[in-house]
C-alpha cells in the first residue's frame, strides 16, 4: 500500500490474499500451539509477520492489523500488539530503560502512565523528571548524560495543551535520546508521528481504532532502530493480544477516518458554542486559540478528534456535579474514542509536579460522539442553565 492515500491504506492495509483467502476481512485464527512439517521448519520459525512459531506472537488475524497500522506510519520496522493502550506505553518504556536512566516526561501525561513512573520505573531504578508539555526546544536544557527517553503526549489528554513533538525530537536526536509519542487523540491521520522525528509511536487503540467503547487493545509502532528492542521486551514480559481482539480492532480501523472526521466536525461545532456561553471561562480544544499550543496544532496536524476539555467560570465541585449529572446524553464513565459522547470531571491541579494548574472553576472533558451535535448541544444548554446560581 506504500504511495496510496490515508484512506486506502486504512481500508487495504494488511489484507493480504494469503492471509484471508476469498473472504473479505482476515478471519479469527485461533492458535497457542503452531504445528511443524519439520524440525528445519520448527527451527527456522521467527515469529514475524507471515511466520507462524507460536500463538502468543501471532496468527494471520494479528498480521492483519499489525501491518495495516504499520503502513500508517512510513518508514516504521513494524507494530506489536498490547492487550490495552496502558500495556504498550509501559512495555515501550520498559523496552528502552534500564536502571540508572533518566526519562522526561510531559507533567500533563495521562494519570496511569505517571503511576507506573512513579511506581514500578522508579522501584526499577530508572528517574522520572517532569517537564513543562510547552517547553518546546527547551527540552534540551533538562538533558543529561543519564538522560534515555522522552515521552510526549499531544495534547495531554486531561488538559489539551500540545506540544512542539518537531522540536522536542530533533533535540533528543542530536544527543541519542529515544523519543516515545502516545498518539492516541491524533492517530496517525492527523498527526504522522514517525515523520515527525518520533521513535516509538503509541496507540490505545481502544478509543479511535475500536471505536465502539467494547474493545481494549494497544499497539506500538517502532522506526528501524528501535523496533528489534521493542519486540524483545514485549516477548520477554509475555506480552499478546486474543485474535478476537486483533480481528475487532481491524474491523474498527476500516472506518476510522470517517469516524474521525465525523468527531472533528461535531466536537468542533460544540466547542464553538460552548466558547460563547458565559457559563464557561476557557474550551481547551487544540483547534481553538484559548487551547495551550493551539499554534504548534495550527502548523503540525491535519484534523482534531473529538476530545476537549472546558472550565466552568466560577462555582466549585458541588455545582460541577450538579451540571454533569443533569446531562442526559453524555455518558459518565472514563475512556473515549467510541460513538458515544462521554463527560469526566478532571482535576489536574493536585496531580501537577513540574508546572501549577490554576484555572477561576472546575474543568470538565468531554468527548463528543457521533450523535446529531445539535441534540448535543441543547443537552449541554439544559445543563448549563443557571450554573454558578446559589439554590
Ligand atoms: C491518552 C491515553 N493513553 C493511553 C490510555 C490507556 O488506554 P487503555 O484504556 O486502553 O489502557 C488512555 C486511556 O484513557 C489515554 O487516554
Not at 490515508?6 to 478471519?27: A, C, K, M, Q, S
Not at 503509541?202 to 509502532?221: E, P, R
Not at 499478546?240 to 461545532?269: C, F, I, Y
Request: with cysteine; glycine share 12%; charged share 20%.
Amino acid at each position: 500500500m506504500t504511495g496510496k492515500r490515508t484512506d486506502t491504506r486504512l481500508v487495504h492495509g494488511g489484507r493480504r490474499r494469503e492471509w484471508r483467502g476469498r473472504i473479505v476481512n482476515p478471519p479469527v485464527h485461533r492458535a497457542s500451539t503452531i504445528l511443524f512439517d519439520s524440525v528445519a521448519e520448527l527451527r527456522s520459525a521467527t515469529g514475524g509477520l507471515g511466520s507462524h512459531y507460536y500463538g502468543l506472537h501471532g496468527t494471520e488475524t494479528h498480521w492483519a492489523l499489525m501491518e495495516a497500522l504499520t503502513e500508517l506510519e512510513p518508514g516504521a520496522a513494524g507494530t506489536l500488539l498490547y492487550s490495552s493502550g496502558l500495556a504498550a506505553v509501559t512495555a515501550a518504556l520498559m523496552a528502552v530503560l534500564q536502571g540508572g536512566d533518566e526519562l522526561l516526561m510531559l507533567d500533563s501525561v495521562y494519570g496511569p502512565t505517571r503511576r507506573f513512573c512513579d511506581g514500578l520505573l522508579k522501584r526499577y531504578g530508572v528517574t522520572t523528571v517532569y517537564y513543562d508539555p510547552l517547553i518546546g526546544e527547551g527540552i534540551a536544557g533538562l538533558m543529561n548524560e543519564r538522560t534515555r527517553a522522552v515521552f510526549m503526549e499531544s495534547p495531554g489528554s486531561l488538559t489539551m495543551e500540545v506540544q512542539d513533538v518537531p522540536a522536542i525530537c530533533a533535540a533528543a536526536k542530536a544527543r541519542g535520546i529515544v523519543t516515545l509519542l502516545d498518539n492516541t487523540w491524533a492517530t496517525p491521520l492527523f498527526f504522522p508521528a514517525l515523520a515527525a522525528g518520533v521513535d516509538l509511536t503509541i496507540l490505545a487503540g481502544t478509543k479511535y481504532v475500536g471505536g465502539h467503547a467494547d474493545l481494549l487493545l494497544g499497539s506500538v509502532t517502532a522506526t528501524p532502530d528501535t523496533y528489534k528492542k521493542l519486540e524483545r521486551a514485549s516477548w520477554d514480559l509475555g506480552h499478546g493480544v486474543s485474535p478476537d481482539d486483533a480481528w475487532l480492532a481491524s474491523r474498527g480501523l476500516r472506518t476510522m477516518a470517517v469516524r474521525l472526521r465525523q468527531h472533528q466536525e461535531n466536537a468542533l461545532k460544540v466547542a464553538h458554542w460552548l466558547r460563547d456561553q458565559p457559563q464557561v471561562a476557557a474550551v481547551l480544544h487544540p483547534a481553538l486559540s484559548d487551547c495551550p499550543g493551539h499554534a504548534l496544532w495550527t502548523r503540525d496536524f491535519t484534523g482534531a478528534s473529538g476530545l476537549f476539555s472546558f472550565g466552568l467560570r466560577g462555582g466549585g465541585d458541588a455545582e460541577r456535579t450538579r451540571f454533569i449529572e443533569r446531562l442526559e446524553l453524555f455518558g459518565l464513565g472514563y475512556s473515549w474514542g467510541g460513538y458515544e459522547s462521554l463527560v469526566v470531571p478532571v482535576d489536574p491541579a493536585s496531580i501537577r509536579t513540574a508546572t501549577s494548574w490554576r484555572a477561576d472553576g472546575p474543568l470538565v472533558r468531554l468527548h463528543i460522539g457521533l450523535e446529531d451535535p445539535d441534540d448535543l448541544i441543547e443537552d449541554l444548554a439544559r445543563a448549563l442553565a443557571g450554573y454558578g446560581e446559589r439554590a
